[in-house]
Every structure is written in structure tokens, then in C-alpha cells.
């Protein structure tokens, strides 16, 4: 196992401590959990964002902490779902007085947690709401799931759910607004090689030089099948034309578009699966109105990537273009 680690017990403590040290002016650490919360929170009459998972995503979640995104992001260990307690302290460490909305993603550890911490929180009076990001439609049940794995859509929920809070809508209209977005997008991805998680020292699963794997998930999950490398155009064909049976988009519909690197695919590749997806989307008369190019939800050092297409309307539109400052996201 080649990786700059040092104990693979630490990696996620020591990661949240270079994070902070290098981002100071977005983010501290609670003081005993690896939680990572907004500078100034609790902000006082805001709704508070919480999400959160098993490490080896970033920037996600702990990058989308700041202005317009995140109030506080859990970290588990590596691809391991974070225990009540530190989703518990992440809650009464943001709560400003509106309520907190977690945004969980569709794995059974993950909601089986922030479940429970929610419920702890509400004893001690904080109002809690939550939502379940399920945009992967490549496999409908996995090894971490019933139903669709969550997967780079989360972010765009993030963006604009963040968006919406920072305007002081309530919590019921944050989370309506959540749900919208969930309801709206649809992701696919896929892998070329896999990746080693520090406790294991070895890959995850195998992958011949000729192989790939279509509809793999961000923890190493099978996909839909294993099939011999194709071109970039298509391999991005069966993406996109997966997605699109499942959202039944129109001609003269406007989405947004999300190109995800999982860790070792380089820009150059991205921008190309990018321009056939245009190619793609455009040929149906489907207008793209903002695009995302880069490493948003990754999978440690996995090569591979997914894209994600968001239906949008008036308001989600809005709140997409609204100004957000985090570490790992800026639109100023």
C-alpha cells in the first residue's frame, strides 16, 4: 500500500486538522469528534445544514462547510458511517434557534445514525427535520442500501437547500426545497481502476486493464456489470442515456450538469466526457444551463467518474446561482 498516511487509525483526525489549519477562516473542530463546523455558527436564526458520512469523499462533506452550503459535516472513519454521538454534538453545535436539516445520503448505517441522533436532539428540544438523497439509478439495492445509493447529487442539495437557508426561509420551506432538488436528480457513475482503504491495505475489488465497471458506487459497491473498456464517448453514452430513461426530460427543459472526478481521473478526461454529455443532452433539445467540472464526491484515489443532471425551474435556478464561500466550493 503506497499512500502519505501515517497510522491508518489516524487518517481522518489528522485530515480534520490539516483542514482546519488550512482553512481557519471557514471552519473549527468540535472539540473531541471529527466534526467540522461553520466558523461563526450557531448563526442565530438560520436554518442549519448538517451532512456527513464515512470519510474518503472529500471534498465531501467537510469542503462544503461555510457561507451558502454547510453548517457542520460529520466525519466517519473511512467509508464507515459516523456514530450518533458526534452527529448529536454536530446538531446542538449549529443550532441557531430555526432548526437543523440533516441531509443524509441513502446508505442504512448513515440513516440509521442521524436517525437516532435526531431523536436525541429533539429530547433536548432542538427541531430537526431530515432528507434522504437517492440519485444513483444504476442499481435500485446494494450492499450499503435499500433503494438508490446517494451518491454526487448530494452536493447540488447542499448548494441550494444552503442557499435557501441563508435567505432565513423556515425549516419546513428548507426542507421542501431539499426534497425538490432530490426529486430532480439523477446520477450515474463508473470506475477504471479501484481503491485501498488505509485499514485494509489492499484494493477493494479488481478490475482487469481491458475492464471497467459501469454503475459502481463511491465505496467500491458493484455497479450494473463489468464490460471492456470503451471510448470516452461511450462510456458516457451509457451514462447519460441511463439517466435520461430514468427523468424523462423534454425538449426545452433546463438542467444543470455535474461532471465528477473520483479521485485519479484527471481534468483533461473529465472535459471530455463533459463535451459528449452536451453533445448528448443538446441533441434532444434539453438546455444546459450551469455546468460543474471537477472532484465534488470522489472515492480516495478510485479512477472513474459520474455525472449528474438536475432538472431545474425558476427557484432552483435562483438558489443555484447564489452566492456560496466554503473551502471547497466558491461562487462569489
Not at 110 to 131: R, S, T
Not at 293 to 309: D, H, I, K, P, Q
Request: hydrophobic share 40%.
Amino acid at each position: 500500500m503506497k499512500k502519505l498516511v501515517n497510522r491508518p487509525e489516524n487518517v481522518v483526525e489528522e485530515m480534520l486538522s490539516g483542514m482546519v489549519l488550512a482553512h481557519p477562516d471557514y471552519v473549527r473542530k468540535l472539540d473531541g469528534f471529527n466534526v467540522l463546523v461553520r466558523r461563526e455558527s450557531p448563526v442565530e436564526k438560520k436554518v442549519a445544514l448538517v451532512s456527513g458520512g464515512g470519510s474518503g469523499h472529500e471534498p465531501s462533506h467537510g469542503g462544503y462547510v461555510g457561507y451558502g452550503m454547510l453548517d457542520a459535516a460529520i466525519a466517519g472513519d473511512v467509508f464507515t458511517s459516523p456514530t450518533p454521538d458526534p452527529i448529536y454534538e454536530a446538531i446542538k453545535a449549529v443550532d441557531g434557534g430555526a432548526g437543523v436539516l440533516l441531509i443524509v445520503k441513502n446508505y442504512t448505517g448513515d440513516i440509521m445514525n442521524f436517525e437516532m441522533a435526531k431523536d436525541m436532539a429533539e429530547i433536548d428540544g432542538c427541531q430537526v427535520e431530515y432528507v434522504v438523497v437517492n440519485d444513483d439509478v444504476a442499481v435500485e439495492n446494494s450492499t450499503y442500501t435499500a433503494g438508490r445509493r446517494g451518491i454526487a447529487g448530494t452536493v447540488f442539495v447542499h448548494k441550494i437547500a444552503g442557499a435557501k437557508a441563508e435567505i432565513g426561509a423556515s425549516l419546513e420551506e428548507v426542507k421542501v426545497t431539499a426534497q425538490k432538488v432530490i426529486d430532480n436528480v439523477r446520477s450515474m457513475g463508473m470506475a477504471l481502476s479501484p481503491c485501498i482503504v488505509p485499514a485494509a491495505g489492499k484494493a477493494n475489488f479488481t478490475l482487469a486493464e481491458d475492464e471497467m465497471e459501469i454503475g459502481m458506487g463511491i465505496h467500491g459497491e458493484p455497479g450494473t456489470h463489468k464490460d471492456t473498456l470503451k471510448t470516452a464517448d461511450e462510456i458516457t453514452a451509457q451514462l447519460v442515456n441511463k439517466i435520461l430513461e430514468d427523468m424523462q426530460l423534454l425538449d426545452g427543459d433546463e438542467v444543470a450538469v455535474m461532471i465528477n472526478g473520483l479521485a485519479s481521473t484527471p481534468l483533461m478526461e473529465l472535459y471530455i466526457v463533459n463535451r459528449r454529455v452536451h453533445e448528448i443532452l443538446s441533441s434532444k433539445g434539453i438546455k444546459i444551463y450551469k455546468t460543474f467540472v471537477g472532484e465534488f464526491m470522489t472515492s480516495l484515489e478510485m479512477a472513474g467518474c459520474s455525472v449528474s443532471v438536475l432538472e431545474l425551474d425558476e427557484e432552483l435556478k435562483e438558489l443555484l446561482n447564489a452566492s456560496a464561500d466554503t473551502p471547497a466550493f466558491k461562487l462569489l
